[in-house]
């Protein structure tokens, strides 16, 4: 059993923490799971508005100096075509998304996950298999 590896950084805003694992390369599944066992209530990242979508990336920006994007917790995987937040225990329709002209475009076989891309601050649909850095929020720990 290999030691588990703590998120790189933290970041808060409002009643959140968002934590940044930078080192740890999983499926957009694996991801989701980690975040629920890492953190009481944690789910990849979904944002409820824009000024949130804005403080976390701008932060994401910041502190994450690759082009490796990151997933984030929207994904068409129920229903070709209608992305869902993967927060809470319903699935509902994201309340603010940021996608990159063009995408979701489920290009080739089929992509239904959401990648955030550190470079333009957009999301892209990408296949849920590739393993890829994520990004955590939980309930905001005092
Ligand atoms: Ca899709
Ligand atoms: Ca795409």
């Avoid at 990849?44 to 979508?53: I, K, P, Q, V």
Wanted: glycine share 8%; charged share 25%; aromatic share 16%.
């Amino acid at each position: 059993m290999r030691c588990a590896v703590g998120p790189k950084d933290k970041y808060t805003a409002g009643d959140y923490d968002y934590y940044l694992f930078d080192g740890e390369f999983r499926s957009y599944t694996d991801a989701e799971m980690d975040c629920a066992a890492r953190y009481d209530g944690g789910h990849l990242a979904t944002f409820n508005d824009e000024s949130e979508y804005n403080a976390v990336t701008i932060w994401l920006q910041w502190i994450y100096a690759q082009e490796k994007g990151i997933w984030m917790g929207y994904t068409d995987a129920y229903t070709e075509g209608t992305f869902v937040s993967i927060d809470g225990m319903n699935r509902t329709l994201p309340r603010y998304i940021e996608w990159a002209s063009g995408e979701p475009d489920n290009y080739h076989v089929g992509e239904n996950c959401a990648m955030f891309r550190p470079s333009d601050r957009y999301l892209n649909d990408v296949s849920c298999y590739s393993r890829k850095n994520y990004v955590c929020k939980g309930e905001k720990r005092v």
